[in-house]
């Protein structure tokens, strides 16, 4: 059952939006364009529309100075005093198109910027006593904006003094590591090709110093080149994201880049891009790729120029952001793209490549044999995401690929399946669908409400599972959404048992795309608006949102004491419930003694313990309100963590016992293929330390 999402909303409300716009001349009619757009979006099809009035506009000026400005290292006190005449205004200018506001704070944050750099160039440029006793306050909500010119300089060299202090840290940490290989190596009488460079406490210092103008310089070159459009998106999610959290505005580079993650695959030339230090390198090629079938592309090699159409000139790419010169290597499939690179050896070569779909593999689900020491096997599937590609029938979704995986599982006799949703932060809903009837015969997988009260049960109708053995969920807090929707019902159904965080994330909403220039006169791109629509109910009634889905069999972990989730956000959705839907539980599962086994396991585990005790330790680091400027203060705050921490080292080198499998398939394509084996080298290691993976095994293994 594979339908488009965007196909749910309501036809006759989208016609009360048709409104007739001569198309805008220039950025700020295009502005002015969007902002009613969105203002009768909002108004007229999110799922619980809020009245557009002073109250709005206070919270909306509130949210808009927080995403400005969040440190408050740029703004002056009076900037925002003189802001604050809008406070109760920007409803008005919502409903106008009135720039004025959004003008003024700009401009004005343009103009703090530049001071701001001249000012932290001018703090670089003298010496700088760290023997001062001084404190960075590290907590935005304890800091007041600086009062003048005076405040904001102190500020800005407590903020570089703090840098310097951690780069002269990163510095020890590295001598420290250098000198623990070189002894490793002496001792077992090694060849010895280790560099260790001791630097005086004074060289330390310098070179710190020279990172540290290094970041600044980049982050002010970042800033410099934000476009006024870059700061109305932001402007724009001030307004939506009041009314709630997955409400947004996507200018149509933004959206670009949503559907690139949500189909997982990107037309381009198949590499990575980064910048360091105002140059645009090559980072990964994916093998098999445009860049990588050139045998004329490596990495590192510095991008100068991108032709991306063939009748029009190369465009100087050096010093732009990222996103910008990616836009310029993407295009159209089957179409030519030409790189002006300079090469490692300095040379300058031109590589002409035609544009190819690139799969993004980390998206799609991907599964392992687990061996135990008892010598069961099972399967373990990861699935990053709830892939869809609504506009290619034959791109990749989330359900054939957990079908084809379960395909392979099965074919190697694996005792039970453990489906790992953690960091999942959910997809389509149709996928939830369609996956649940890989595991159990039809049934109602979900409710959907729309903002008129209308329900509507979406059915899993496949009578012909693929896997009907034992199933295990793995989830934490950053399980989310569709991840919760699949979690849920498979818990209220008893056909899988739910591992993980104490609860999931919590969204328990449903979004869809409104492309805002369906609405308007015009050809031009607008931009869309992310828009909730609707809210998702368990089969037995009630929401997800806010309390998201609680494990069966809860397993605290690094997350469970940071403040992540729905509930933490001031305009998230309310929690509700509906009633119950028709469905059969199977009631096959004895989850007391899975819990009772499980409980008694975790107590005695000391790494388990352990990870736990370095959590609430991280939890107190993430909290504590303001730290030391003063040298041989921070020197010793950093000996006292650097203690700390030795107590947890041994969870580094914790190892489960556990031996994995991967398919032959992999194991043949991972001999030709070096990233794709690197990827897999990588994935291995990280399930051989996984301390939540040991237990569910356990879990799995104690299920009849």
Not at 291 to 316: C, F, H, R, Y
Not at 494 to 508: L, N
Request: hydrophobic fraction near 35%; proline fraction near 3%; charge should be neutral.
């Amino acid at each position: 059952m594979k339908f488009n999402l965007k196909k749910l909303l309501f036809f006759a409300p989208l016609m009360t939006l048709m409104f007739c716009f001569n198309s805008p001349q220039n950025d700020e009619e295009k502005m002015q364009t969007i902002m009613i757009s969105v203002k009768n979006t909002l108004s007229y099809l999110h799922y619980s529309p809020k009245p557009i009035n002073d109250a709005y506009s206070a919270d909306v000026f509130d949210k808009y100075l927080e995403m400005m400005d969040p440190a408050k290292k740029f703004l002056l006190q009076s900037d925002v005093d003189e802001f604050s005449k809008y406070k109760t205004k920007l409803d008005d200018c919502l409903n106008k198109g009135d720039l004025s506001f959004f003008n003024l704070t700009v401009d004005r944050l343009s103009a703090r910027t530049k001071e701001v750099e001249k000012l932290s160039q001018d703090i670089l440029s003298k010496p700088i006593n760290f023997d001062e006793k001084e404190e960075l306050i590290l907590e935005p909500k304890l800091k007041s904006y600086p009062k003048n010119q005076e405040e904001l300089r102190a500020e800005w060299k407590k903020f570089i003094k703090y840098n310097i202090l951690q780069e002269i840290e990163t510095l020890n940490a590295k001598e420290e590591t250098q000198k623990e290989k070189k002894d490793s190596v002496n001792r077992f009488k090694l060849k010895d090709t280790i560099k260790l460079q001791i630097l005086s406490p004074q060289e330390k210092q310098i070179r710190a110093t020279e990172e540290v103008k290094d970041l600044l310089t980049s982050m002010f070159k970042r800033y410099d080149k934000r476009k006024k459009m870059d700061w109305f998106s932001v402007y724009m999610n001030a307004y939506t994201e009041v009314f709630d959290p997955h409400t947004n505005y996507f200018s149509p580079q933004d959206k670009e880049d949503f559907d690139v993650s949500f189909k997982g695959s990107v037309i381009g030339i198949g590499a990575t891009i980064q910048e360091k230090k105002g140059k645009i390198l090559v980072g990964t090629l994916v093998v098999g790729a445009p860049a990588w079938k050139s045998k004329q592309i490596s990495e590192g090699d510095e991008i100068l120029k991108v032709k991306s159409k063939k009748d029009e000139e190369p465009v100087n790419v050096s010093g732009m952001l990222v996103d910008e010169a990616v836009r310029f290597i993407r295009g159209e499939k089957g179409t030519e793209v030409v790189l002006t690179l300079r090469k490692k050896d300095g040379s300058i070569k031109e590589v002409k490549m035609i544009r190819e779909e690139v799969a993004i593999e980390d998206t799609f689900a991907r599964s392992i044999i687990v061996n135990t020491p008892n010598g069961k096997k099972y399967g373990f599937i990861n699935l990053p995401s709830f892939n869809a590609d609504f506009e290619n029938a034959k791109g990749r979704n989330a359900s054939d690929d957990i079908k084809a995986e379960l395909i392979k599982l099965k074919a190697q006799n694996v005792e039970g399946i453990i489906l790992d949703l953690r960091n999942n932060g959910g997809g389509s809903l149709t996928e939830v669908v369609d996956i649940m009837g890989l595991f159990m015969k039809n049934g109602p997988v979900v409710q959907v409400k729309d903002g008129n009260g209308k329900i509507q049960v979406l059915s899993n109708k496949q009578n012909d599972p693929i896997w009907t053995g034992p199933l295990v969920i793995m989830q934490n807090e950053l399980s989310a959404s569709a991840s919760e929707i699949l979690a849920g019902a498979m818990q209220d159904y008893g056909r899988a048992v739910i591992v993980g965080s104490p609860q999931s994330f919590g969204k328990g909403t449903v979004q869809t795309f409104v492309e805002l220039n369906r609405f308007l006169n015009t050809n031009d791109d607008f931009g869309a608006l992310k828009l909730t629509i609707q809210k998702f109910y368990r089969v037995n009634g009630k929401s997800t949102q806010l309390k998201g889905v609680e494990s069966d069999i809860p397993m605290k972990d690094l997350f469970t004491y940071e403040e992540i989730g729905e509930r933490y956000d001031n305009y998230a959705l309310p929690w509700d419930q509906v009633s119950t839907s028709s469905f059969s539980a199977l009631n096959n599962l004895n989850k007391a003694n899975l819990v009772s086994n499980s409980a008694k396991r975790l107590a005695q585990n000391k790494n388990y313990q352990l990870l736990l005790e370095s959590a609430q330790w991280k939890e107190k680091l993430d909290k504590e309100e303001k730290v030391t400027l003063n040298l041989k203060e921070f020197e010793e705050l950093m000996k006292v963590r650097k203690a700390q921490i030795e107590k947890f080292k041994s969870l580094a080198k914790f190892s489960n016992g556990l031996n994995f499998s991967l398919h032959a398939d992999e194991v043949k394509r991972g001999k030709t293929d070096e990233v794709f084996a690197k990827k897999s080298e990588n994935w291995l290691k990280n399930l051989k330390r996984d301390i939540y993976l040991q237990e569910t095994v356990n879990i799995i293994s104690d299920m009849k």
